[in-house]
């Protein structure tokens, strides 16, 4: 996953606190596009691309905060909904590799007996790869008309 | 028509809000599943349901049975939408009482059709059908009346000869006068005066207003086309109707016939009897694989034994890996519906083990078999819900293949 993370600074989005979850060792997507070009292609089509991905961008944040505060308090079925719901939105959006990202976090949560612990790493990575995919949003926003 | 988009996330719904729309239909937005089951209980409830699998309040699954569980309410299409892409989450999807299981991100291609597909199934649940059918007796017979019922209103369309005599709604007026009030040269005197003479003589009120002078006989026709037009137009709309035709023999009082073309809207006057051995295209057809000459002489005897099931309205076989129909008795099927069922049945891991799968709506039930296991095909039947039970119909039909 690192490879493929542009980890530019991105001025309009906050650095917020990432979940940590200690998942298994190669689980964690590795090669997914940071946008779907066909998705993105879609969102074009319907008028929907201008709006959705500035609207992302300014969300993101807050539901990343939100995920965190979850993980911090151990609400098991909040973190489940809040990863299911950033996953599903992401995938909408074409955001492939934050979505699969999501979903490893989504799945080692639906899994029996998996075990929590502080991983820098990981959350180095997710970090960066919510600044690189909302800077890419942030370009396809910035290419298309308001409609 | 409307359709419910229940989603938690305003991204994904957002997305389906388009479609929907670009599609040519109204959407209504639930962000939460008890939001989606207090439009639920409304009079004039969507009737296409699109809900999330996870969302807060009740989740799609829990809300797909208790659309299901509700018996009196009209047939609610109801599609998952989800994420989730394993093949226990569809099934799961489906044993909940879902017609349909779509993943995000949603293609918009794949949601336009599924969303004709449910656009068709809610069409064929409505009054169109029976009415349709009711109609076409009554064009056949030498008179009677269509009766429609929705709970206490009784629509009736009478038929002289072929054609359209009057129309009536229990509890809306009908009478000579209040048809001829917005005729102001015609007092409501008038009226009562030419009534009692028709009494009196036997003669019809039409040839007895002409006679008197009060009207032209064109302009009563006018009156009464129109006034005939809006009663069926509103009789076609009643919701969840028990419709039946009942051949009588009686004496119209009008005087004025009219053709049906006239004063029933065309797709109720479309028939759906389609009797033919086929074959027909259906979605994804391409190629046809030869068939044995065993096969070719086994299908139409399949077909002939399947439609001869009590309550059989359509029979059909089709061959999975190219889609194309190999043949079908009775009504016209609906290929959408099929397809989408075909659909399900090729998951290859659900063919293997797959009895039936069965579809209920209000007015049929929608059984589908494997004809052949290998290579895959499979025998459609439609069956009028009223006159069967399923059980039977289920064992008949398992006679009918080969597999």
């Not at chain 1, 950033?86 to 074409?94: D, F, I, N, P, V």
């Not at chain 2, 029976?130 to 629509?155: C, K, M, P, Q, T």
């Not at chain 2, 009942?246 to 028939?271: N, Q």
């Not at chain 2, 290998?374 to 080969?402: H, N, Q, W, Y």
Request: net charge negative; glycine share 6%.
């Amino acid at each position: 996953m690192r490879d493929r993370v542009n980890d530019e600074p991105v001025t309009n989005v906050h650095s917020p606190p990432i979940p940590v979850v200690d998942v298994q060792p190669g689980s964690a997507p590795v090669g997914a596009p940071l946008l779907d070009a066909s998705v993105v292609e879609t969102l074009r089509q319907l008028g929907l691309l201008g709006r959705l991905y500035p609207a992302f961008i300014t969300a993101l944040p807050d539901q990343i905060a939100r995920l965190s505060a979850a993980v911090a308090a151990d609400d098991r079925p909040g973190m489940r909904m809040l990863a299911h719901t950033l996953r599903g939105s992401s995938a909408q959006l074409g955001a492939t590799a934050l979505s699969e990202a999501f979903g490893v976090i989504e799945d080692a949560l639906v899994r029996d007996g998996c075990s929590w612990s502080a991983d820098p790493e990981l959350s180095a990575e997710l970090r960066a790869l919510v600044r690189a995919t909302t800077a890419a949003m942030a370009r396809e926003a910035a290419a298309t008309p308001d409609r | 028509m409307r359709v419910l988009v229940a989603d938690d996330d305003p991204f994904s719904a957002a997305v389906m809000e388009a479609l929907i729309r670009s599609a040519g239909l109204e959407c209504l937005l639930a962000s939460d599943g008890h939001e989606a089951w207090q439009l639920l209980q409304t009079a004039d409830a969507p009737r296409i349901v699109f809900l999330d699998w996870m969302m807060p309040e009740i989740d799609g699954i829990e809300l797909c049975r208790r659309i299901r569980v509700r018996a009196t309410h009209e047939y609610t299409y109801v599609a998952i939408l989800s994420s989730r892409n394993k093949q226990r989450d569809i099934t799961l999807g489906f044993q909940s009482g879902a017609d349909d299981f779509i993943t995000k991100p949603y293609q918009t291609e794949e949601v336009l059709a599924r969303l004709r597909v449910a656009e068709r199934l809610i069409r064929s649940t409505g009054a169109s059908v029976n009415l349709r059918r009711a109609i076409a007796e009554a064009r056949e017979s030498s008179g009677g009346d269509v009766i429609v019922r929705a709970e206490h209103r009784v629509g009736r369309i009478i038929f002289d000869r072929g054609r359209v005599a009057w129309a009536h709604i229990s509890d809306e007026p009908g009478s000579l006068a209040a048809i001829l009030a917005g005729e102001g040269s015609i007092t409501r005197e008038e009226v009562r005066a030419v009534l009692e003479e028709c009494s009196a003589t036997g003669e019809n009120f039409a040839d007895v207003l002409v006679a008197w002078g009060l009207i032209t006989r064109e302009l009563l026709r006018t009156v009464l086309t129109r006034w005939i037009q809006t009663k069926i137009a509103r009789i076609a709309a009643f919701p969840a109707p028990v419709v039946i035709f009942s051949p009588e023999s009686r004496v119209a009082s009008s005087g004025v016939l009219l053709d049906p073309e006239e004063v029933i809207a065309p797709d109720l006057l479309h028939s759906a009897v389609t009797p033919d051995n086929g074959p027909l295209m259906v979605p994804g057809g391409a190629t046809a694989h030869a068939l044995s000459d065993d096969l070719a002489r086994r299908i139409p005897q399949s077909l002939q034994q399947a439609i001869q099931i009590e309550g059989a309205l359509s029979a059909a076989i089709f061959d999975l890996r190219d889609g194309l129909c190999l043949g079908a008795r009775g009504e016209a099927v609906d290929l959408d519906l099929v397809w989408s069922k075909l659909r399900l049945a090729a998951m290859s891991d659900i063919w293997d083990d797959l009895e039936d799968i069965m579809i209920s709506t209000r007015q049929h039930i929608y059984v589908l078999r494997p004809y052949t296991k290998a290579p895959p095909r499979s025998i459609f039947l439609a069956i009028d819900r009223a006159t069967t039970k399923l059980g039977m119909v289920r064992r008949a039909l398992a006679e009918c293949v080969i597999a």
